[in-house]
């Protein structure tokens, strides 16, 4: 069960995917003041995918020790990708580059939330996972 933090957290996020792909598709219809080039939709939409997975972010997974789950590895890659096709849209001013910014912006939402919704949830460290077998055995 995802508990209300992580919702917030998943709201927001979709929140700034929404805006950042409703911006992409207007600007395909019009042209928008001062969005002219794709150039400069890249750049919003790249600055808005990154307030997207900061703010969807759960800041003590990223701070945990140990290994990384491989979906979570496999998140934390195509997140580098993203990015990687995001400045590549941004340098070139691609059409191409930036509608795979927009692809990228969009499937790695839909990856991280449904991580989130259905993904099991491991301790987060050692002490956390010494806490929860103690309530485990207290419960009994």
Do not use: N
């Amino acid at each position: 069960m995802v508990g209300r933090k992580a919702l917030r957290r998943d709201l927001l996020a979709m929140l700034w995917v929404a805006v950042a792909l409703g911006f992409y598709v207007v600007s395909l219809a019009v042209t928008i003041p001062g969005f002219g080039s794709p150039r400069a939709v890249a750049a919003l939409m790249l600055l808005l995918g990154v307030f997207g997975c900061v703010s969807g972010a759960d800041t003590a997974a990223m701070t945990s020790h140990g290994v990384a789950t491989p979906a979570a590895a496999a998140l934390r890659v195509g997140g580098v990708l993203v990015l990687v096709v995001g400045v590549a849209a941004v340098l070139t001013g691609s059409a191409a580059a930036l509608a795979g910014l927009a692809a990228g912006i969009g499937v790695m939402w839909l990856a991280t939330t449904t991580r989130h919704l259905f993904g099991a949830t491991a301790p987060r460290s050692s002490h956390e996972a010494q806490r929860a077998r103690v309530r485990v055995g207290a419960g009994r």
